[in-house]
């Protein structure tokens, strides 16, 4: 089993750039998260989604999309990029949401 | 709201003791905690559940106060494997992880 995986590892973006992050877990599980963690911080919840075919907003939404295509991939996508958008983000998973999470290994995100 | 962590960081020799601790201002039904090495994920160490129940690691152990909204992590006989950054995580819907405690095991 490959768990959680995420593409790409890197990625260099230029201000006012969009991309999408890709997530894929093969565990199975119902819900799914995207966190991002700045320098030196803990984990921050951008959004999540509970079950297939629904999302939410976490701690930090703003400047972000996500697209939960089916159970197993959730997407995350920057519209406009910006510099504040710099970042280490990991997608998550867990069989429920009050269940231990499993992490994929994470995209580093550099905008400049 | 984030929970808060103590100690922010901590050093330690092999075969030392240590306890991090992790309080909310909210009432906590679960805690979960995660440790990270340097340019990793956070990798999952245990859940402590309202009413006492655990589930996790077997060389760690932790507590659970529901009144004092408290939990602490003990890890004990501290190897060189557990250096790394302890998280823990709180939330019934959408998880708010601790700014974590920095722990470094020397030989």
């Known amino acids: 089993n490959a768990g959680v995986t995420q593409t790409p590892k890197f990625q260099v973006l230029k201000t006012g750039q969009s991309m999408t992050l890709q997530c894929a877990q093969d565990?199975?599980?119902?819900?799914m998260y995207w966190y991002r963690q700045d320098p030196g911080m803990g984990l921050r919840l951008i959004y999540y989604?509970?079950?297939?075919?629904?999302?939410d907003k976490g701690e930090v939404p703003n400047g972000y999309n996500v697209s939960r295509l089916n159970k197993r991939e959730f997407s995350l996508r920057l519209e406009s990029a910006a510099p504040s958008q710099t970042s280490v983000y990991f997608c998550a998973s867990s069989e429920r949401v009050t269940y231990e999470q499993y992490f994929g290994p994470g995209t580093r995100l550099t905008v400049t | 709201q984030q929970p808060v962590q103590s100690p922010q960081a901590v050093i330690l020799r092999e075969g030392e003791d240590a306890v991090i601790n992790c309080s909310s201002s909210k009432a906590l039904y679960s805690v979960h905690w995660y440790r990270q090495k340097h340019g990793e994920a956070p990798v999952f160490l245990m859940i402590?559940?309202?009413?006492?129940e655990q589930k996790g690691h077997e060389k760690i152990s932790a507590s659970f106060n529901e009144k004092k909204q408290q939990s602490s992590l003990y890890l004990t006989a501290s190897q060189l494997s557990y250096s790394g950054t302890y998280f823990c995580?709180?939330?019934?819907?959408?998880?708010?992880f601790g700014a974590g405690t920095r722990l470094t095991v020397k030989p």
């Open positions: 402590l559940l309202k009413g006492g």
């Open positions: 989604s509970a079950s297939e075919g629904t999302t």
């Open positions: 995580g709180t939330g019934e819907v959408g998880m708010r």
């Open positions: 565990m199975n599980h119902n819900s």
